[in-house]
């Protein structure tokens, strides 16, 4: 699977679960997210976890960044302050927010995005403002084209329902797990998104590989050390 098809299923989950529960079109969050992070390889995303390009002070503070806005149709280099956060989730949650809430100056800033086909969104979001790229929309739609972004505002059957309240939503941290994920996502072991998603095989299996190297080199203090240990080691998970 290449890495932007990689991406696109990881933002899809966040994305129909909130279809589901606001009428925000998929097509457009998945869009966005790749159109604003490079695919979630921005210098933006990576250092601050913004998938979306908004300014201002995230849940993990702000973090300035070099950015081409357009000046009477004109590329204009320039520092901006863009919200950081701790992880996408938290990205794409703040992004939900904003469409739903606007801005302190119009709460109803993006009630035309709500509601619609993906293309119509994308159209009412560059009228909106959001971006002041002239081609904003005509981007947006060449990636919800190419990669046939619409399938994902095609909810079925009970996926299409707003949750019952009872309803475990795995985008939010049990609170008594919530020291122990917020350390581990931290130490690297997990990406810090969907805490309480079944976990699968493959996941484990990185998860795991991780803290077995990061054990080795704990106790083996120097790479001759750890070259030896990884043999002991090895013989040891050989035995039945």
């Known amino acids: 699977m290449s890495s932007k098809l990689a991406f696109i299923q990881k933002i899809a989950t966040f994305a ?61 280099k320039v520092n901006a302050a863009f919200r950081a956060y701790n992880n996408w989730g938290e990205s794409i949650a703040d992004h939900t927010k904003l469409i739903l809430n606007g801005v302190s100056w119009n709460r109803n800033l993006y009630k035309k995005v709500i509601g619609v086909d993906g293309k119509t969104a ?10 002041t790229d002239p081609k904003y929309a005509t981007k947006l739609i060449a990636l919800m084209d190419e990669y046939n972004l619409y399938q994902y505002d095609t909810v079925k059957g009970d996926a299409g329902k707003v949750p019952d309240k009872k309803e475990r939503d795995i985008n939010v941290v049990s609170p008594w797990a919530a020291s122990t994920w917020e350390e581990m996502t931290k130490n690297g072991y997990f990406d810090g998104t969907m805490p309480g998603a079944p976990i699968t095989r493959e996941q484990a299996a990185v998860s795991m590989n991780r803290l077995r190297k990061n054990f080795l080199k704990l106790i083996g203090g120097n790479t001759a050390r750890i070259v030896e240990l990884e043999k002991q080691l090895q013989a040891i998970e050989a035995e039945k």
């Open 16 to 76: 129909v679960s909130d279809m589901a529960k606001t009428k925000i079109p998929a097509s457009l969050i998945i869009a966005q997210a790749a159109l604003e992070s490079a695919w979630g390889t921005s210098g933006l995303t990576v250092k601050g976890n913004n998938l979306f390009g908004i300014k201002g002070k995230g849940t993990a503070g702000s973090c300035t960044m070099p950015t081409t806005e357009y000046v009477n149709g004109k590329a204009v």
């Open 122 to 131: 994308a159209r009412e979001i560059q009228q909106a403002g959001y971006a």
